[in-house]
């Protein structure tokens, strides 16, 4: 089942169940898969029937044919699958964004855990791999209290109880933090998901794009693109070739999608970003 997506992230044959193969795997995810949500953007527009499903089978499927992944559901429910085929010791574990639904908010981030890799650095062995972020950690944190610096940018984890732990991220960074705590099991993700995904959703109103790279990670929002990290740069994309060359640029695959729905997304997109001039 996951040899299609191990070898659109360039591994031959299955990896054996290690840090280094921890590590490696969440370099070429992120280095493959952007972070997006343009099936859900296509739905609301009405250019495809219904967002990506979440069912994590089917986003290995078709990650395995060279589609898109999505959006956190997606990339970690994915991810985590692929890692238990693999032999990893897997904990799903559901999160919310602080800064809108808070600590006692409904899932809106899936996160995981894997356990049983110690190292010099971390000898409980517990890793918090994520590749659902858009633009944060790039290697895998360890569980373990404190700041921790990757590339020049600081995040902390901090605990909170027996089960529990708050992400935060790089002030440079698109989110505040994360809460994530205790466990979730796929059939909570995929019933949650349409709350998500179809209006008034938090995903259908903004394109999102991001991809987390060695030295830094970019994302385009609406039609603005920002880099943070080595060489920043900020830039508005009113032109659509620009556009959807940053998108694909990005490993947005729009492999399927009308050329005609793409202009009808940007110029949505370049309306509501007109408008967000007008009133910020």
Not at 57 to 78: D, I, Q, S
Not at 79 to 95: I, K, M, N
Not at 135 to 161: I, K, M, S, T
Not at 255 to 278: I, S
Request: include cysteine; proline fraction near 6%.
């Amino acid at each position: 089942m996951i040899e299609g997506y191990l070898r659109r992230l360039g591994i031959e044959g299955r990896p054996e169940a290690t840090y280094e193969t921890l590590v490696d795997l969440h370099h070429r995810h992120l280095d493959t898969l952007p972070y997006e949500n343009l099936s859900i953007m296509l739905a609301a527009i009405g250019a495809v029937a219904s967002p990506d499903s979440v069912d994590p089978k089917e986003t290995l499927e078709r990650v395995a044919a060279g589609g898109n992944a999505g959006y956190c559901f997606h990339h970690n429910g994915l991810v985590s699958l692929v890692l238990e085929e693999l032999g990893f010791d897997v904990v799903r574990r559901p999160g919310q964004l602080i800064e809108t639904t808070g600590p006692s908010g409904q899932l809106d981030h899936l996160a995981f855990e894997v356990r049983g890799l110690p190292t010099a650095a971390n000898p409980g062995g517990r890793w918090w791999p994520d590749l659902g972020f858009g633009d944060a950690f790039r290697e895998p944190l360890p569980l373990v209290e404190g700041h921790h610096r990757q590339n020049g940018f600081v995040y902390r984890l901090v605990r909170v109880g027996e089960a529990g732990w708050t992400f935060h991220h790089d002030p440079s960074g698109s989110f505040h933090g994360n809460l994530v705590r205790g466990v979730v099991e796929l059939d909570v993700v995929v019933a949650r998901h349409p709350e998500l995904s179809t209006p008034p959703g938090p995903y259908t109103s903004k394109l999102v794009v991001q991809r987390r790279d060695a030295t830094g990670a970019d994302t385009v929002r609406s039609i603005r693109h920002t880099r943070i990290g080595e060489d920043a740069f900020t830039r508005e994309l009113w032109d659509f070739a620009e556009w959807s060359a940053a998108l694909e640029g990005l490993g947005l695959s729009f492999a399927g999608v009308e050329e005609g729905a793409l202009r009808t997304l940007h110029e949505r997109q370049a309306a509501g970003y007109d408008d967000w001039l007008l009133t910020r």
